[in-house]
Structures are given as structure tokens and as C-alpha cells.
């Protein structure tokens, strides 16, 4: 008599997914790198502008009360 288990079977396929994983976790992974290269040499328009100016901002403060926060460069 001779005996079929899938286990064999299942192990075979083992390196190959092994491979789709690591590629899918690799490519997650380029998504933030790249996107973070990117925008070190290309910041966002609104950033780069707002350096340049002062900003007058009314803020909440935690005990409820309201202070004039001022930010100048």
C-alpha cells in the first residue's frame, strides 16, 4: 500500500511562497522609501512657502483658558 499525504506536497511549494512573501513585503516596504527620497528632493509646495512667513495662531490651551501663540523666524 502507498500512502498520499498532501504534507509533502504543500512543503514543496514552501520556497516558492517564500519568495511572493518577501516580494510583496519588499515592495511595501519601496513604497515608503521611495516616496520618502521624493520628497526630500521635492517638498510640498505648501511647506517649502510657509518657512519663509510668520504665523499668528490662537491656541486651546489643556485648562481651558485661550493663550496667542506666535511663531517668528
Not at 20 to 30: D, R
Not at 50 to 70: E, I, N, V, Y
Amino acid at each position: 500500500m502507498n500512502r498520499k499525504t498532501t504534507l509533502a506536497a504543500i512543503g514543496g511549494y514552501q520556497p516558492f511562497l517564500f519568495c511572493i512573501g518577501m516580494y510583496f513585503v519588499a515592495l511595501f516596504f519601496s513604497i515608503f522609501i521611495c516616496s520618502a527620497i521624493f520628497y526630500a528632493f521635492y517638498p510640498k509646495k505648501s511647506i517649502a512657502k510657509d518657512a519663509g512667513t510668520s504665523h499668528k495662531t490662537a491656541a486651546a490651551a489643556p485648562g481651558g483658558s485661550r493663550m496667542l501663540l506666535t511663531v517668528t523666524k
